[in-house]
């Protein structure tokens, strides 16, 4: 069960407008996270409806709080309004997409609410809370054509090793929860002596998935075993993206750390990375963000 996001002092930015639009969103969602799962009619039709006016909301937030952007100049407006159109025209559809086709499963629902309450936090503290001048942006870089490359090298990487769709959640990916989950940093240094770091996070049951199909086997726990061949395969799977996209560089390997979700936390609260994209497989969500 997802636990209720509580609202603090500490996320209020100082425009009250602003600020009381963030407190209806965190109520929202608290209220879909009170769902009960045994009652499955229940369940659907409150995720629905509640799906609905969290969406609504959100998108009437956004333009008000864009308006309030543009009344003060603020230099961020177009970073931060980019990660706002990324939530609506990518995250909120495909999140939504995915509970409806499962007929508002459980785990899906899990999926919409722990991105969402990652989202609300990690924006408000840190993008929300840039407007006023009470911290540095952390979006640094606009989309760009690599991007795009990017994106298409993972999609064809998945569906050439697994015979996997992938189907791009969010292109602003900030270390939100997407249920039970591996967390993999790989370093790399180049032959300037430039450092790269990688994380790729794959969803427990997508790891699973991927050493059954290797192995041959049912597993259904997350052993040592399956934590080592997790991070084989990230690299393999880099090595094979790199292939595609050349400023991918990921040859030369010095360190792979497994991270815990706070260290993650804590490493994207730091300085976010260029590259951050979030994907769903059908059977499993994964994440690559690249830092350099």
């Given at each position: 069960?997802?636990?209720?996001?509580?609202?603090?002092?500490?996320?209020?930015?100082?425009?009250?407008?602003?600020?009381?639009?963030?407190q209806r969103l965190f109520s929202i969602v608290n209220k879909m996270v009170n769902y009960d799962e045994e009652d499955e009619k229940g369940r659907q039709w409150v995720c629905a409806e509640g799906i609905k006016y969290f969406k609504n909301y959100t998108l009437r937030h956004f333009a008000d709080e864009e308006a309030y952007m543009q009344s003060i100049n603020y230099s961020g407006y177009a970073v931060h309004k980019r990660v706002h159109d990324d939530l609506k025209e990518k995250t909120l559809p495909a999140l939504e997409k995915d509970m409806v086709e499962s007929d508002y499963s459980v785990e899906s629902v899990q999926h919409f609410l722990g991105i969402c309450i990652g989202w609300l936090t990690g924006h408000i503290m840190l993008e929300d809370h840039a407007i006023t001048g009470r911290i540095s942006n952390k979006w640094k870089y606009e989309r760009t054509e690599e991007l795009s490359v990017l994106e298409e090298a993972v999609s064809k990487v998945i569906?050439?090793?697994?015979?996997?769709?992938?189907?791009?959640?969010?292109?602003?990916?900030?270390g939100e929860d997407f249920g039970k989950r591996m967390c993999y940093r790989l370093a790399y240094r180049n032959e300037e002596n430039k450092k790269t770091h990688v994380f790729f996070?794959?969803?427990?049951?997508?790891?699973?998935?991927?050493?059954?199909?290797?192995?041959?086997k049912q597993l259904t726990k997350v052993s040592k075993v399956v934590v080592d061949a997790g991070s084989l395969i990230a690299q393999q799977f880099l090595k094979r993206v790199g292939s595609y996209y050349n400023s991918l560089?990921?040859?030369k390997l010095e360190k792979v750390n497994i991270l815990s979700t706070d260290q993650l936390s804590q490493d994207f609260g730091i300085e976010y990375p260029q590259y951050s994209m979030l994907f769903n497989t059908g059977v499993g969500y994964f994440a690559l963000s690249v830092k350099n």
């Amino acid at each position: 069960m997802t636990t209720k996001i509580q609202w603090h002092d500490r996320f209020n930015i100082g425009v009250e407008s602003v600020d009381k639009a963030h407190q209806r969103l965190f109520s929202i969602v608290n209220k879909m996270v009170n769902y009960d799962e045994e009652d499955e009619k229940g369940r659907q039709w409150v995720c629905a409806e509640g799906i609905k006016y969290f969406k609504n909301y959100t998108l009437r937030h956004f333009a008000d709080e864009e308006a309030y952007m543009q009344s003060i100049n603020y230099s961020g407006y177009a970073v931060h309004k980019r990660v706002h159109d990324d939530l609506k025209e990518k995250t909120l559809p495909a999140l939504e997409k995915d509970m409806v086709e499962s007929d508002y499963s459980v785990e899906s629902v899990q999926h919409f609410l722990g991105i969402c309450i990652g989202w609300l936090t990690g924006h408000i503290m840190l993008e929300d809370h840039a407007i006023t001048g009470r911290i540095s942006n952390k979006w640094k870089y606009e989309r760009t054509e690599e991007l795009s490359v990017l994106e298409e090298a993972v999609s064809k990487v998945i569906k050439e090793l697994l015979g996997l769709e992938a189907q791009v959640i969010s292109e602003h990916y900030a270390g939100e929860d997407f249920g039970k989950r591996m967390c993999y940093r790989l370093a790399y240094r180049n032959e300037e002596n430039k450092k790269t770091h990688v994380f790729f996070v794959m969803e427990e049951k997508l790891l699973l998935h991927i050493i059954n199909q290797l192995l041959g086997k049912q597993l259904t726990k997350v052993s040592k075993v399956v934590v080592d061949a997790g991070s084989l395969i990230a690299q393999q799977f880099l090595k094979r993206v790199g292939s595609y996209y050349n400023s991918l560089e990921v040859n030369k390997l010095e360190k792979v750390n497994i991270l815990s979700t706070d260290q993650l936390s804590q490493d994207f609260g730091i300085e976010y990375p260029q590259y951050s994209m979030l994907f769903n497989t059908g059977v499993g969500y994964f994440a690559l963000s690249v830092k350099n």
